[in-house]
């Protein structure tokens, strides 16, 4: 079963932890020095904040799916619909490690598909090093582009 993933990074991860801890009538599930994240049940959302020093705003989008199969289910319907995907396996990002895809929408948000394999004690590293594909939980770009939450 899918379950919708929300990445927002914020100014000030203190405040934000309060705002969506009274929000969702819940603490976090993960809480770490610059990231939290919310297991939502109703509705099903992986809601996660971080504060990394980048541009606030919608970091990204996604599924996260509770399978390999399911994950491979996905990437076979991005490319039965043409749609360019990127893929990360093995890729350490958000204190997790997890495969995934990366499909960007006409107005350039990025959309993430991943199955969390298990969790890790850092933020994130290159999934490939020295690659532009390669993330630091943040969408693939090319590295002069890529924000600092990405190292």
Known sequence: MKRF????????????????????????SVVKDDYAKWMLEDPRVNFAISQRG??????????????????????????????SAVDEAG????YARSDKH??????GIA???F?????????GEPAVKDSPAASVCCPPQAAATRPKCCG
């Open 54 to 83: 980048g541009k606030t705003g919608l970091n990204h989008l996604g599924f996260q799916v509770d399978s390999a199969q399911e994950l491979a289910l996905m990437r076979e319907q991005a490319e039965r619909a043409e749609l």
């Open 115 to 123: 199955h969390t394999l298990g969790e890790i004690p850092v933020f």
């Open 111 to 113: 959309w993430e598909a």
């Open 5 to 28: 993933h929300v990445h927002i990074a914020v100014e000030d991860l203190a405040a934000s932890l309060r705002f969506y801890s009274k929000l969702f009538a819940m603490q976090p």
């Open 102 to 107: 990366w499909i960007e929408d006409p107005s």
């Open 91 to 94: 890729a350490s990002c958000c």
